[in-house]
Each structure stands twice: as C-alpha cells, then as structure tokens.
C-alpha cells in the first residue's frame, strides 16, 4: 500500500522562476495539506485541501498557491522564487478534514533549492 | 492564530535515561496534540498523539501528558535507545480544521 508520494523530490531553481509541486495521497484519503519546512525548524502550515476546495491557509504571500484535483492529488505552485523559499515542502494526506478523529500522514517532501 | 512553543531545542541523554520535551500552545480551542519524530532526510513519523478529552496517554516507552488549564503538553520517553536519536516536533490542531501548528524541534540524542 503506497504511503504519501511527492514529485519530486529534489529541484533546483533561479530567482524569479515558478516552481510546481506534485502530491498523491494516500489511497482513499480526500484531505491534503502543504507545509513548508526550513532547515531546523518545524513544518509550517500552507495550505489544507478537501474534496478540492481550499478549507485553511497559512500565513504565506499570494506567490504560493495550490489545487486538488478530482482525484485528490494535489499540486502546490509557487511565482516569483526568492532565495528565502529554499525550502523542504511537505505533503500530508488524511481520510477527512478534522484531524482531532483521523491521523496526517507525512510524504517525504520535495527539496526545492533557490538560487 | 495558533502559536507553539517547544523547550529544550537540544537534549541529550544516555541511554536507559528518560527524556521530557514540553509544548505548549496559546489557543484554547486547540484540541488535538500530535507528535513526529524525523530522523535526518526523512519524513516526520507520528509517534504518539493525544486529543483534549484524555489527559495522559502511553503507548509502550512514550507518553504524552496533557495539562489544558495551562495549555501545555508534554513527551515523556524512557529507557531511551540510541535509535531514538532524531528531531521530535510537537504540533497543535485547531478544532475542525486540518491544519497542524509545529513547535520549532527538539534534536534529542542518545549516548550509547
């Protein structure tokens, strides 16, 4: 049974391109949420989507912005990099929207290089 | 919005010693407490989560500990391995949404 699975996993990029993240969920599971991770520190919440709309956002600029598909795969778009976006961006899929009665499940993220 | 706070940032212990992280969270309607550790280039693993109608849980050596009056919460692991050298982050949900709030880690190493 395959778990959360992000694409890909490592990407390089320059100043001012736009970058496109891809998640699968795990099989059945309709919520998808994206974190942004910093070298040492904590995953930081930016987007949470179910049954394809956009249900939270953190407190990220309008550079970044994501969708779910009929499928519930999702993709996390980002404009305009900057070097402060060098980052590893993490999917997490759960069965339903309120985590307090189901578990969020980790992908192993997508290291995305600024330059 | 929710913020988290996470004491120490590094711990060190030796092994078959018990180690304490501790959280805690400033929105009151939060009402569920997760924690993941993640070993170095790999992805945040759940390993115990608590939610606000319970106040202790355990599960084998880890434990987690809620005190909702002060808003804070805690991991207790004992007879630690060196296996259980990694970052340990602690998260808080607020009620009806699916998005987790993360302590800042703590990088806990087990001396052999």
């Known amino acids: 049974d395959a778990g959360v699975t992000q694409s890909p996993t490592h990407l390089i990029k320059t100043r001012g391109q736009q970058v496109t993240l891809r998640c699968s969920p795990i099989s059945g599971h309709k919520s998808v949420s994206w974190y942004q991770q910093v070298l040492g520190q904590g995953p930081q919440f930016i987007f949470q989507y179910y049954e394809k709309e956009e249900r939270g956002r953190g407190n990220f600029p309008d550079r970044f912005s994501a969708r779910q598909f009929p499928n519930y795969s999702s993709e996390l778009n980002v404009n305009a990099l900057l070097l402060g976006d060098s980052a590893l961006y993490l999917c997490?899929?759960?069965?339903?929207?309120?985590?307090?009665?189901?578990?969020?499940?980790f992908g192993a993220g997508t290291r995305l290089s600024v330059l | 919005g929710e913020n988290v706070e996470q004491h120490p940032s590094t711990l060190s212990v030796q092994e078959g010693d018990s180690a304490v992280i501790k959280c805690t969270y400033s929105d009151s309607a939060s009402n569920y407490f997760p924690w993941y550790k993640q070993e170095l280039g790999k992805r945040p693993q759940l390993i115990i989560d608590?939610?606000?109608?319970?106040g202790e849980k355990k599960d084998q050596r880890i434990a987690v500990t809620l005190n909702k009056t002060a808003k804070h919460f805690s991991l207790h692991i004992t007879e630690t391995q060196p296996e259980d050298s990694a970052v340990y982050f602690c998260?808080?949900?607020?009620?009806?949404?699916?998005?987790?709030?993360f302590g800042a880690g703590t990088r806990l190493t087990v001396k052999p």
């Open positions: 997490a899929s759960s069965l339903s929207l309120v985590l307090a009665k189901n578990i969020q499940y």
């Open positions: 608590i939610r606000s109608n319970v």
């Open positions: 998260a808080a949900s607020l009620s009806g949404l699916n998005d987790m709030r």
